[in-house]
Antibody, heavy 122, light 106 residues
Framework: QITLKESGPTLVKPTQTLTLTCTFS??????????VGWIRQPPGKALEWLTV???????RYNPSLKNRLTITKDTSKSQVVLTMTNVDPVDTATYYC??????????????WGQGTRVTVSS | DIEMTQSPSSLSASVGDRVTIRCRAS??????LNWYQQKPGRAPKLLIY???HLESGAPSRFSGSGSQTDFTLTISSLQPEDFATYYC????????FGPGTTVDLK
């Protein structure tokens, strides 16, 4: 069974750095083709893809947020960490992590965490 | 950057209706188009990948079609559990989600 779970602070002050951790089980980030990504959703708004990291440490970022995001993985802990610098109230959202499956030709998020709500406020 | 649009932004339908949602990419994405369903307070669920492939466990009343820039999600006979928001997503060049289409009860 594949599970992913996001963890981190629920409240962050403007200008601070937000660090979120995705802890997963049921698959390995050493398997060829596998990726773990981060997606967020502000209250009442659409999904926004942020970043993804693949089994071979290839990393992709949303161009509009690239300068503020860093994604890393710790395969021994089955964790992926998202860091977002200089947060602003517009970064208030539910943050999801999700898996890209190892199947060839399938570039989609097939398993998702429950999401973690982050509020940016002073 | 590839931008995604969806139409309509919302629609009202009845149980049993055939529902069609359209998605358009700002440039060709071949068949790298996925569809997700999201219910309030829940994480999205993958329905369709690479334009027309039904995800394991997704009901067969959902189907996808299209290629290049124009894509369609069809629900052949709307069921009560299908009232939700649907998002398309391109995966040709990283990822981009569309703005979503909300399906509610007429």
């Amino acid at each position: 069974q594949i599970t992913l779970k996001e963890s981190g602070p629920t409240l962050v002050k403007p200008t601070q750095t937000l660090t979120l951790t995705c802890t997963f089980s049921g698959f390995s980030l050493t398997t060829a083709g596998v990726g773990v990504g981060w997606i967020r959703q502000p209250p009442g708004k659409a999904l926004e893809w942020l970043t993804v990291i693949y089994w071979d440490d290839d990393k992709r970022y949303n161009p509009s947020l690239k300068n503020r995001l860093t994604i890393t993985k710790d395969t021994s802990k089955s964790q992926v960490v998202l860091t977002m610098t200089n947060v602003d109230p517009v970064d208030t959202a539910t943050y999801y992590c999700a898996r890209v499956p190892p199947a060839y030709g399938i570039s989609a998020f097939d398993s998702w965490g429950q999401g973690t709500r982050v509020t940016v406020s002073s | 950057d590839i931008e995604m649009t969806q139409s309509p932004s919302s629609l009202s339908a009845s149980v049993g209706d055939r529902v069609t949602i359209r998605c358009r990419a700002s440039q060709t994405i071949e068949n790298f188009l996925n569809w997700y369903q999201q219910k309030p307070g829940r994480a999205p669920k993958l329905l369709i990948y690479t334009a027309s492939h039904l995800e394991s466990g997704a009901p067969s009343r959902f189907s996808g079609s299209g290629s290049q820039t124009d894509f369609t999600l069809t629900i052949s006979s709307l069921q009560p559990e299908d009232f939700a928001t649907y998002y398309c997503q391109q995966s040709h060049s990283s990822f981009t989600f569309g703005p979503g289409t909300t399906v509610d009860l007429k």
